[in-house]
């Protein structure tokens, strides 16, 4: 296949100056047709994480040496829901960095040459849903079975009206891989891409994981040398996870500006600073951060040079053994699992509630649960930084959310309210309540 993919570093250093510390991210990319150029002078990535929940904005810049559709595709660990993004969201994070002044810290660095391509494939499919998102034609689709997907995609062009061309070898295997490590849910953007460069809005893919996520081997399919940042919003725990996952280098202290350029040896990760970012802020870049964050998290950027080369997508378990909980003696099952939020046991509200013999309400307007037990009355509005005790606003150590379906509360700060004292086992992961016989 003769289509280029260019990120090469005058495009990348190009991005770096109009967008520090914005994401280049990747998707691969099909191009129709053999005697078209194709290029990518960036990409931009935005990821939310809760732990169980992930937010993925992404947005690229294209360019063809003449007019033609192509077809990005984005593998994904379970089924997402695929939505527009602000147009401005970018420039909002951009702002939002400089704000709070993340930056990395001085190093010195060498980079390395050569990088093999990776590799691709597919497979038939099941159509979960197709819509239409401004410019973009989204599908996404559910691979069941590899040796159908050719017949698949031959049809998916065909009912386009674009030309259609054997998948390269590349292309092929690189969604096989993802196939075979489980990756069954994948969304394929048909956009139309010209002569001159253009920012494609952006999309927000949202699916729960417990893991953090990125594809990274999806990379590979542009080989070189080059750079990749993720500008990350989540719990301060699940960063320093992160930065211990990514080998995050630590710049050798009193180093003077003349030492010779020999730390850090490539390929290697470099973390920026962190800094608290309210729910107010990230609203800016898209509303739907909050749904997965709360009120607030921690801002952090982390930056990759070298050989586009990955052996494995970021692939960080952030989800925590399950906790049980405990009644006095008798084990609690949920129909959603508790979570661990920010340090915060969370449990379903309904579920918790009725085990302590209390009543259960929602209320579907103003969205927020209503717990009644005698003479005591709670409410949790759902995403705010605070709950009310029989009409007393009081401020909780994290908001009411939904995970899974279910609204989840606070344990500690339910059970204290209902005068019930909470016993933290962490050795077992295990809370205990003690209520009165």
Known sequence: MKVKIFTVFLLLLLLVL????????DRCIIVPRDDVVLSEPGQKAFIAHNGQEELLILSTDVKASKSVSVLEFMPLPSRPEVSLAQEDCFINLKELIKRYNLHYPPVYRIMTEGAKGGEA???????ISHQKLGVHDVTVVKINDMTGFIWWIKDYFKKSKIPYRELSRKEKDIVTDYFNRGFKYFVFDLIQVEEEVRTVPPLIYRFKCGYFYYPLIVTNHIGGVGEIELVCYADENILKKLSSYLKVAIPPENVPEVAPQIWPPPPLWLASTRAGVGEIETKEISPLISEITGSSAYLQAFKYEGPL?????????????????????????????????????????RGFSESLGAKVYWNGVKKEAVIKKGELNLVFPLYRNYAFINGKKVYPDVPAQQIGGRTMIPLRFISEALCLKVEWDKQNNLVRVVAPI
Not at 121 to 127: I, M, N
Request: aromatic share 12%; hydrophobic share 55%.
């Open 18 to 25: 109009a967008f520090p510390l914005i994401a280049k991210a």
């Open 121 to 127: 494939a597919y497979a038939p499919v099941e159509l």
């Open 309 to 349: 080369e990955f052996k494995n997508d970021l692939w960080l378990k952030v989800l925590p053994e399950e906790i049980k909980v405990f009644i006095n003696n008798s084990l609690v099952i949920f129909d959603v699992p508790p979570v661990l939020f920010r340090g915060v046991c969370l449990v379903p509200a």
